[in-house]
Structure formats: structure tokens, C-alpha cells
């Protein structure tokens, strides 16, 4: 078995558990623990797990929040496939949420020209849905400069006040043991509440979001649909878990 195969197994296996023993990897993979050994070395020092007494455990890692001017320029490509196919799941007298974020923006400039109504917590988002003239609804509360996003109490008490027929949400992290996570309690608190509140919930994930643990979960995996651009090696181990649809 070639190297980079018996890595993407390894980290399948933690992806999965959390935990490997070197004793069921030298079995399972049919190597030498000399092998096992150097291959566990290889991924601890490519930062994918770190080495316990007699395997591995996932490694986990909570980044600082990007801004998002930050956001804005990462993965643009991605974005915009994933936008695009979002929005092509609207249809006729939709009521939607529009999650604050750099992934739901890119569903605005490709809404269909039919009877809809949209409610979101950006700041971004509701300019634009502005300049498109599309019936929407800012939620009201605190302002989180970092991110555009309104959040908080107030904004909780509204949202309560409404039901959508489908909901779509931007990630930080996507993991098959902790869920959905995101770096912020409130925004975090806003997202789940908005997925409660709706019919279908769809969660817009470009690849550095997969196989990630941030602060504040939002739900578990099995609660909502993700929509990626591609099937990657990534995903293999969330496909008998998740409902995945690809962009492409």
C-alpha cells in the first residue's frame, strides 16, 4: 500500500473515533509497526493529529477568527460555485434565511427573479438585497464589527418571531464527532435557532471547513444538508453520516 493511502486511511479512521491504536492500524493496513510508527511521525508533524502512548489521537486546533475583509478573499472560486447552487434551490414564494457570512453572500447575486422573501442578519447582505429590490428583513441587535453579523438577545427574540421554508448557513468547522462549530457563542446561538425555525436547512461549506473544531457548536452533522463544490477524499468519511450535495 502507497504511503498517501495509508495516510488518508489513518486519518479516516481517526476522523471517525478520535482515537487510533498502533496495534489495529499494523493489522487493518497490514505494515510493520516500524511503518505505522513513521507514518503517525509524518502527520504529527503536518499538524493532522497528535501521538498518544500506543497510536494517535486527532488534533485540534482553534484558530483566531477571521475577519471579514479576511474571509472575503479566501477560497472566492469555491464561494461562488456553492452560492450559485444554493441559490438554484430557491423556489417560487420561498421564505429564507441568509446567514451572515462571505458563503451565503454568494447566493444573492444569483436569486431567481420570482416571488420570494429574504430575512438575514448581515449588514453586507442586506445592502445588497437592497440594490436587487428583494423583499427582505434585516434582524435587529447588536452589531459584531468583525464579521457584519447582527447578534444577541434582541436578535434571538425576533427571529423567534419567524418561520422559513429554508435556511442557509456559513461554518467555521465541520466535524463528525463535535458537529458543526463556529467561533462565536452568539452567532453560533443565532445559527442554531434559524435552523430550528426551518424547513430545510442547508450548511454552505468550502473545503478548509471540513474536518474542523471551533468553540461554539451550532449541531450536530445529521441536522442539516451541506452543500460543497466537489467530492473530495475530505468528505469520505461524513458521506454515510451527512446528506452532501455538490455544487459541480
Known amino acids: 500500500m502507497?504511503?498517501?493511502?495509508?495516510?488518508?486511511?489513518?486519518?479516516?479512521?481517526?476522523?471517525?473515533?478520535?482515537?487510533?491504536k498502533s496495534f489495529d492500524l499494523i493489522n487493518d493496513l497490514n505494515c510493520s509497526e516500524s511503518t505505522i510508527r513513521r507514518d503517525l511521525a509524518q502527520l504529527e508533524e503536518e499538524g493532522m493529529l497528535t501521538r498518544i502512548h500506543g497510536g494517535a489521537k486527532k488534533h485540534y486546533s482553534f484558530d483566531k477568527e477571521p475577519t471579514y475583509?479576511?474571509?472575503?478573499?479566501?477560497?472566492?472560486?469555491?464561494?461562488t460555485s456553492i452560492g450559485k447552487f444554493a441559490a438554484s434551490l430557491i423556489e417560487e414564494n420561498d421564505v429564507i434565511y441568509l446567514?451572515?457570512?462571505?458563503?451565503?453572500?454568494?447566493?444573492?447575486?444569483?436569486?431567481p427573479d420570482i416571488p420570494l422573501t429574504v430575512v438575514t442578519n448581515g449588514i453586507v447582505h442586506a445592502s445588497m438585497l437592497a440594490t436587487k429590490q428583494i423583499p427582505s428583513y434585516l434582524v435587529g441587535g447588536k452589531l459584531k464589527h468583525s464579521t457584519n453579523a447582527i447578534v444577541g438577545a434582541n436578535s434571538l427574540i425576533q427571529l423567534?418571531?419567524?418561520?422559513?421554508?429554508?435556511?442557509f448557513?456559513?461554518?467555521?468547522?465541520?466535524?463528525?464527532?463535535?458537529?458543526?462549530?463556529?467561533?462565536?457563542?452568539e452567532e453560533a446561538a443565532m445559527k442554531n435557532l434559524a435552523l430550528q425555525q426551518s424547513a430545510t436547512t442547508y450548511m454552505l461549506a468550502d473545503e478548509s471547513k471540513w474536518n474542523n473544531v471551533n468553540f461554539a457548536k451550532i449541531c450536530d452533522i445529521n441536522e442539516v444538508n451541506f452543500i460543497i463544490e466537489k467530492l473530495t477524499p475530505t468528505h469520505e468519511p461524513f458521506q454515510p453520516h451527512t446528506n452532501i450535495l455538490e455544487a459541480t
Open 99 to 111: 446567514d451572515a457570512g462571505t458563503t451565503t453572500l454568494e447566493i444573492i447575486p444569483y436569486l
Open 69 to 79: 475583509q479576511e474571509k472575503t478573499i479566501k477560497n472566492v472560486q469555491h464561494k
Open 2 to 20: 502507497l504511503t498517501d493511502e495509508r495516510h488518508r486511511l489513518i486519518l479516516k479512521k481517526l476522523n471517525e473515533s478520535g482515537v487510533v
Open 169 to 185: 448557513l456559513g461554518v467555521n468547522g465541520i466535524d463528525l464527532r463535535y458537529g458543526c462549530t463556529t467561533a462565536d457563542p
Open 160 to 167: 423567534k418571531e419567524y418561520q422559513f421554508t429554508k435556511t
